[in-house]
């Protein structure tokens, strides 16, 4: 018997967590997450989430700094919601009980301890301490395990999505077929609309600063069930993720630049002035690759990010949870610098949705990283990213509330339960393994921070011949959560690559050195569904 539910959400980062909680005002709300509820890229946030918020700062000015970020691609009614909704949302985390860090130099105790980022003109990004989204994702976690109508399935992974279009009618998409673990079987869950809000990909990249979870399953999923999927050319490295194999995927703060920290060459020689007017406060883009290009050119295997000019005192404070994690694998940040390289950070292309996270399969929404909205264009400005979660996701609450009712009325289809057919237990997990090993590395070096031509026909090779293999291993043996993660990371990997492939530009994110300027033809998004070519819109 399949699991009923009015909201089905696929994702525990601030946009799923944040619908389901306004959506549990109106309806019965499933939440999937594959580890545990609080395990989600948000949780690894450290920045914050820019907004205006001072009476310094204004929208005009925030929708200026994006649209430069974005290098051409943002779509300005996506930019113009998300700013001037942002404030809103800012209050309504502060309401569920999300304490921001407050200015300890005003009289009124709310006011906002403002950071300042890479390609922010003002300070407008409200924080908590240097761990804003763990705070975010456990005061809504807290209410949302208050709710009676929201059911919360920890360590379930969904393997597909449901179609009508399977069983007879239109393109529709009625729910997902989830691994459950305690059975090991694969359950059918029916909702009246499914919420993807399964974060970025960053472990298609060797070097990443996402947690294991980040392994692409919403934009794989939706793009096999024939969804548009926009911009996936465009995956952002952040800059300053720290050098060291065993401190696993850990990311420094773009704030700490905000604060004054600095690159140096390992010789002391600071370096981005002359890359950048901006210096080591450029947007990402041009921070990540200055970092690379250095590296390539010194032979260095990292360089250094040096906050010692600050007070020790104040760092401790701004940053008290880099500071003790530093300190763990033995840097002391207020008297050492820290040695950093560029890693994969946040997917600003996905699954093409409008502003209410509707994509283009009726029932089947896209929330924060999964979705490609416009906002980030082809670069992300630094702390936009939970803004954009809490902005549409709100708004795809409000949508669906006023959508639930006459959805309700419609009956139940019969769907297949999820055959096995003449699958067997697994008995060579090497081979995913040794897929997944190879997958990663091909994609950071044919198409990492730079790329070529040369390069990406090299990718599109090997990934041709993955993919077969998958394919075979995948329909011969039962589905284990590392197999569907794998099959999903080489989706994506194949997305990432058709779309660079066919972006003869460099713009924002994308930088080949085949095409090293910016070419006024390609200013649009480049779109790809599912028997069709990744090509720019409208070409």
């Not at 809000?197 to 980040?214: E, F, H, Q, R």
């Given at each position: 018997m399949p699991l009923r539910c009015d909201y089905l959400v696929i994702g525990?980062?601030?946009?799923?967590?944040?619908?389901?909680?306004?959506?549990?005002?109106?309806?019965?709300?499933?939440?999937?997450?594959?580890?545990?509820?609080?395990?989600?890229?948000?949780?690894?946030?450290?920045?914050?989430?820019?907004?205006?918020?001072?009476?310094?700062?204004?929208?005009?000015a925030h929708i200026r700094d994006t649209l430069e970020a974005g290098a051409g691609l943002c779509h300005d009614k996506a930019v113009e919601v998300c700013v001037r909704e942002?404030?809103?949302?800012?209050?309504?985390?502060?309401?569920?009980?999300?304490?921001?860090?407050?200015?300890?130099?005003?009289?009124?105790?709310?006011?906002?301890?403002?950071?300042?980022?890479?390609?922010?003109?003002?300070r407008r990004v409200a924080h908590a301490g240097d761990m804003t989204g763990r705070e975010i994702v456990r005061a809504l976690v807290e209410a949302l395990r208050a709710k009676p109508n929201v059911q919360?399935?920890?360590?379930?992974?969904?393997?597909?999505l449901i179609m009508l279009s399977n069983y007879g009618g239109p393109d529709t998409c009625l729910g997902a077929y989830v691994?459950?673990?305690?059975?090991?079987?694969?359950?059918?869950?029916?909702?009246?609309?499914?919420?993807?809000?399964?974060?970025?990909?960053?472990?298609?990249?060797?070097?990443?600063?996402?947690?294991?979870?980040?392994?692409g399953d919403g934009v794989a999923m939706a793009f096999r069930a024939g969804?548009?999927?926009?911009?996936?050319?465009?995956?952002?490295?952040?800059?300053?993720?720290?050098?060291?194999?065993?401190?696993?995927?850990?990311?420094?703060?773009?704030?700490?630049?905000?604060?004054?920290?600095?690159?140096?060459?390992?010789?002391?020689?600071?370096?981005?002035s002359k890359?950048?007017?901006?210096?080591?406060?450029?947007?990402?883009?041009?921070?990540?690759?200055?970092?690379d290009w250095e590296m390539k050119r010194t032979g260095a295997d990292y360089v250094?990010?040096?906050?010692?000019?600050?007070?020790?005192?104040?760092?401790?404070?701004?940053?008290?949870?880099?500071?003790?994690?530093?300190?763990?694998?033995?840097v002391d940040i207020t008297t050492d610098p820290i040695p950093v390289v560029p890693a994969a950070h946040y997917m600003c292309?996905?699954?093409?949705?409008?502003?209410?996270?509707?994509?283009?399969?009726?029932?089947?929404?896209?929330?924060?990283?999964?979705?490609?909205?416009?906002?980030?264009?082809?670069?992300?400005?630094?702390?936009?990213?939970?803004?954009?979660?809490?902005?549409?996701?709100?708004?795809?609450?409000?949508?669906?509330?006023?959508?639930?009712?006459?959805?309700?009325?419609?009956?139940?289809?019969?769907?297949?339960?999820?055959k096995v057919g003449d699958a067997v237990p697994p008995d060579e997990m090497v081979v995913v393994t040794q897929n997944w090993e190879e997958l990663r590395r091909f994609m950071w070096n044919y198409v990492g921070i730079v790329r070529s031509a040369a390069r990406l026909r090299r990718a599109a090779r090997r990934i041709e011949v993955l993919q077969e293999e998958i394919r075979e291993y995948y329909w011969r043996y039962l589905v284990t959560r590392d197999l569907i993660e794998l099959r999903n990371i080489a989706t994506v990997a194949e997305l990432i690559i058709s779309s660079a492939a066919s972006r003869q530009e460099s713009r924002g994110l994308h930088y080949t050195l085949d095409f090293p300027s910016v070419d006024p033809r390609f200013e649009r998004d480049t779109v790809v569904k599912r028997g069709v070519r990744a090509h720019l819109r409208g070409s």
């Open positions: 525990t980062g601030v946009a799923g967590l944040s619908f389901a909680l306004e959506a549990s005002a109106h309806g019965h709300v499933i939440i999937l997450s594959k580890r545990e509820v609080d395990e989600s890229n948000t949780r690894y946030a450290q920045g914050g989430i820019a907004s205006v918020l001072s009476v310094e700062d204004s929208f005009e942002g404030p809103a949302r800012v209050r309504w985390l502060a309401d569920q009980g999300v304490h921001f860090s407050t200015r300890t130099d005003s009289p009124a105790s709310s006011d906002l301890d403002l950071g300042r980022e890479g390609g922010h003109g003002q919360l399935l920890e360590h379930h992974t969904a393997v597909d691994l459950d673990p305690s059975n090991e079987r694969v359950t059918t869950i029916l909702a009246r609309a499914t919420i993807l809000c399964t974060g970025g990909s960053g472990k298609v990249y060797l070097y990443t600063s996402n947690p294991d979870v980040a392994t969804a548009e999927i926009a911009n996936m050319e465009f995956y952002q490295f952040h800059p300053t993720c720290m050098y060291n194999p065993q401190a696993k995927s850990f990311l420094l703060s773009e704030a700490l630049r905000g604060e004054g920290a600095v690159l140096r060459l390992q010789d002391g020689t600071p370096f981005m890359h950048h007017h901006l210096a080591d406060l450029a947007p990402r883009d041009i921070v990540a690759r200055s970092i250094l990010l040096d906050i010692t000019s600050r007070p020790a005192s104040f760092v401790r404070d701004r940053f008290p949870g880099i500071y003790a994690e530093c300190k763990r694998w033995g292309g996905g699954v093409t949705t409008d502003l209410h996270g509707r994509t283009t399969i009726p029932g089947l929404w896209a929330l924060g990283e999964v979705s490609c909205t416009g906002l980030h264009g082809a670069n992300r400005l630094a702390s936009n990213s939970l803004l954009e979660g809490l902005v549409i996701a709100h708004r795809a609450s409000a949508k669906l509330a006023e959508q639930i009712g006459p959805l309700r009325t419609d009956p139940w289809p019969q769907v297949e339960d999820w």
